[in-house]
């Protein structure tokens, strides 16, 4: 799809180009002289005047442009200064350098108090870069109005001379690349000399260029840049508001600006990219990124932070952006930026690659990726992003997790659909991935546990749809670390996590925050349920976050008989395909347990155990006595049958005198009696 562009324009000047370059690859010229030969130039008398640009006889064998002074034949040129170094059958472009004219109308209208210059269709080459002035707008015609360099270098840039508010619009800006890949990759040809940068300006705000001028305000709009050796935008250091909008990249590198008070970069189309699609880095503060498309990027899709030891700003929304198809990350947020949105994107990778197809790599290939500061020394962080929020998108195909972060303080991860992230094999294409792997395939993955901080990671969607399954984990690592809170997650179809539903957590229902319970606590008030002696009674529960639990607790309603001779409770894992129960936890036997009838009796576990969100658990008790065995609170369904049901609610067992290390499913009674129990933090 192109860009659209306006119908008419009627500008305060209008420029028309001269077209007439032409391309050589048999240039030749000496060191320290002015003669320039080649038997294809067909030089005249008409190229007097004209710029010529020749690769690799400047110095170190950087390019040189010249203008032509004479012409003595068809094969034999005097330029107007003398070769740095010598060349041979080198390229070379001659032509008129529409530069200089389409700058004095620029001059012009900034002096008389601003305006427009207006670039009719046709095409205009240049040698010089073309440089803002104030309260100038520099329009084309739409895709009839085309600027490009002849040598490699930048058609717009910006010098000595600060301005405000300068505006690009509806031209197109073309470079020397002749080949598209349409899958991710960083390799491109080239016809050899042209355009780098499309538009790369400069200003106070960038350290990096001390003494730059103060430049404000800047907009580019409905540009169209292709096949360029660079950045279609490098716009630095700008005071005010940058606005680049409805612009279209094809074949270059990213949408990139860096150092800006201000950037807004919306409703553009990055395709073919050998970088990032579109990139606000190096400080950078309130970056707006909101339905931009992102097609085929070697490296990321969307890329917001700092660089090398600069930190990034703070204060950006990236939302409604597509990016199909990425090398590396679809969103990566690095080098510690603040008070990040990431919300309502779709990132989907269809080919599922590991890194560009010419630049494998097993680093990162993840839907959205969070890092700290360096960004390249995840284990020797020296500052943290932070203020990040990352909910309601859709990630999809991502190949080694939807979600990973790192060195991140304070965030909220919510709400997002993760499909079918993971891939068979590892970057080299054989070496497949294990399903007990916990670092590759995985939904929402936390790389460096030790460099996280009140991270919130609830109420994700993680589906593998696939015929065959790919995707290991919903979360990792579990048990979370320190710093990392989960809960109400969902996972479906996963190689190893349970297929499980969220459980609800409205406070209405009187939920423990430090604690799972096998039943709401107002539900548990409306029945009485008899242990009788022996008899042991399970109430099922599911994990609705991933905690270590130390405790167990059930209350008595009515006081044992006597003191029994062995009072137990005990925590059991439910295998999600057979139902058997696992012991993973229980306590000592305790007769002064049930002594009373209105009190909670609360027990320590001998050992600790971790319980996984999604996963299904049952708390068991038993009594053994020879008087009468007490009561405790709970419920009774309506039929045992239906309580059977999966996932079961509740069972009993009879004619015991202990908890056993394990019970299958088919030794256990159906019941109507659900005891309530709580496992405690």
Request: charged content about 15%; overall charge neutral; aromatic content about 6%.
């Amino acid at each position: 799809m192109r860009a659209a562009f306006g119908s008419g324009t009627v500008g305060t000047t209008s420029v028309t180009g001269v077209a007439d370059d032409r391309t050589v690859t048999d240039a030749a010229i000496t060191s320290g002289q002015s003669t320039l030969t080649s038997s294809s130039a067909a030089f005249t008398t008409a190229d007097v005047g004209r710029a010529v640009v020749v690769a690799g006889a400047g110095s170190g064998g950087g390019t040189m442009s010249f203008t032509i002074t004479a012409v003595s034949s068809g094969t034999t040129a005097t330029l107007n200064r003398s070769a740095t170094t010598t060349v041979s059958g080198a390229v070379a472009r001659i032509g008129t350098d529409n530069s200089k004219t389409i700058q004095a109308a620029i001059n012009a209208v900034s002096a008389a108090g601003g305006g427009t210059v207006y670039l009719p269709p046709g095409k205009y080459p240049i040698v010089l870069p073309i440089f803002p002035r104030s309260n100038v707008t520099l329009r084309g015609a739409g895709i009839s109005t085309e600027v490009y360099s002849l040598d490699n270098w930048v058609v717009i840039s910006t010098d000595a001379t600060g301005w405000s508010d300068f505006t690009v619009e509806e031209l197109v800006i073309s470079g020397p690349f002749t080949n598209r890949p349409t899958v991710p990759t960083y390799a491109r040809t080239s016809v050899g000399l042209g355009t780098t940068h499309g538009i790369s300006t400069t200003g106070s705000l960038d350290p990096s260029v001390p003494g730059s001028p103060v430049n404000t305000n800047l907009t580019v709009r409905r540009v169209v840049f292709r096949d360029l050796a660079g950045l279609p935008t490098r716009i630095f250091g700008i005071s005010g508001k940058t606005l680049i909008t409805e612009c279209e990249a094809i074949n270059t590198r990213d949408i990139a600006t860096g150092y800006c008070q201000e950037a807004i970069i919306t409703n553009c189309t990055s395709r073919y990219g050998w970088d990032n699609g579109i990139s606000c880095s190096r400080g950078t503060f309130k970056v707006v990124i909101t339905g931009n498309t992102v097609e085929n990027t070697a490296f990321h899709g969307l890329a917001v932070g700092g660089w090398a030891s600069a930190d990034g700003g703070e204060d950006s929304v990236i939302s409604g952006n597509t990016v199909r198809g990425y090398g590396n990350c679809g969103i990566a947020i690095q080098y510690s930026p603040s008070y990040v949105t990431i919300s309502g994107n779709t990132i989907d990778n269809p080919g599922q690659y590991r890194g560009a197809v010419d630049q494998p790599t097993d680093i990162e290939c993840v839907g959205i990726l969070v890092r700290g500061n360096p960004d390249t020394d995840p284990t020797n962080y020296t500052s943290h992003a932070k203020g990040m929020v990352i909910t309601g998108n859709q990630i999809v195909r991502a190949s080694r997790a939807g979600i990973m972060y790192s060195g991140l303080d304070h965030a909220l991860i919510a709400d997002n659909l993760i499909l079918d992230c993971g891939t068979q094999y590892m970057a080299n294409g054989t070496t497949a991935v294990s399903s007990t792997d916990k670092t590759n395939n995985v939904g929402v993955l936390c790389d460096y546990p030790t460099t996280v901080t009140n991270v919130i990671v609830r109420d994700n969607v993680v589906i593998d749809s696939r015929a065959t399954a790919y995707c290991n984990y919903a979360v990792q690592p579990i048990p979370t670390p320190a710093g990392v809170t989960v809960f109400g997650n969902i996972a479906r179809g996963l190689r190893n996590q349970p297929q499980t539903a969220a459980t609800a957590r409205s406070d209405t229902l009187g939920l423990l925050e430090k604690a799972i319970e096998t039943l709401p606590r107002w539900a548990a008030v409306s029945a009485s349920i008899s242990m009788g002696s022996g008899v042991v009674r399970f109430g099922y529960f599911t994990a609705r976050r991933t905690e270590t639990v130390t405790k167990l607790r059930l209350t008595c309603t009515t006081a044992a008989g006597a003191t029994p001779s062995l009072v137990r409770f005990g925590l059991y894992s439910v295998d999600s395909s057979t139902g058997n129960l696992t012991q993973v936890g229980q306590t000592a036997s305790d007769t002064t347990i049930f002594a009373a009838a209105g009190n909670y009796y609360e027990r320590a576990l001998t050992s600790s155990a971790t319980l996984v969100e999604g996963q299904r658990y049952a708390v068991a008790a038993i009594v053994v006595t020879a008087a009468s065995a007490p009561n405790v609170s709970g419920m009774i369904g309506g039929a045992a049958a239906e309580m059977a049901q999966s996932p079961r609610l509740c069972a009993a067992l009879t004619a015991q005198s202990d908890l056993s290390a394990s019970y299958t499913a088919g030794s256990l009674a159906d019941s109507t009696s659900m005891i309530y129990a709580a496992a405690v933090q």
